[in-house]
């Protein structure tokens, strides 16, 4: 069993940055990749960026390619979502999940724990 706690988000100005952070209680996060969704008003649930269990793979949606950087700490059992300049578009709801298979994926379905989420304002 995996528990994630999402935090760092809020209301930002665009152009502006963010880091999200992502905890995770139990002993077996370095095994798992880690992965970011985002659901807007209105959207579905979709796909951000994930790193594998190494952190030596790591996948980011096309929106957010050169904008986003997914890392990770196993040792402080910690993914980061570091968000530079930031869109209105980006304005969502942001939540963290592990995947037991380890190599990162953008598919929904293959993660296995979630958090709560954070919210992400980008005023224009």
């Known amino acids: 069993q995996v528990q994630l706690v999402e935090s760092g988000g809020g209301l930002v100005q665009a152009g502006g940055s963010l880091r999200l952070s992502c905890a995770a209680s139990?002993?077996?996060?370095?095994?798992?990749?880690m992965g970011w969704f985002r659901r807007a008003p209105g959207k579905e649930r979709e796909f951000v960026a994930a790193?594998?269990?190494?952190?030596?793979?790591?996948y980011y949606a096309d929106s957010v390619k050169g904008r986003f950087t997914i890392s990770r700490d196993n040792a402080k059992n910690t993914v980061y979502l570091q968000m530079n300049s930031l869109k209105p578009e980006d304005t969502a709801v942001y939540y963290c999940?592990?995947?037991?298979?380890?190599?990162?994926?953008?598919?929904?379905?293959?993660?296995?724990?979630w958090g709560q989420g954070t919210q992400v304002t980008v005023s224009s």
């Open positions: 999940a592990a995947d037991r298979r380890g190599s990162g994926s953008s598919r929904y379905g293959n993660y296995d724990y």
């Open positions: 139990g002993r077996t996060f370095s095994s798992y990749a």
């Open positions: 790193i594998s269990w190494s952190g030596g793979n790591t």
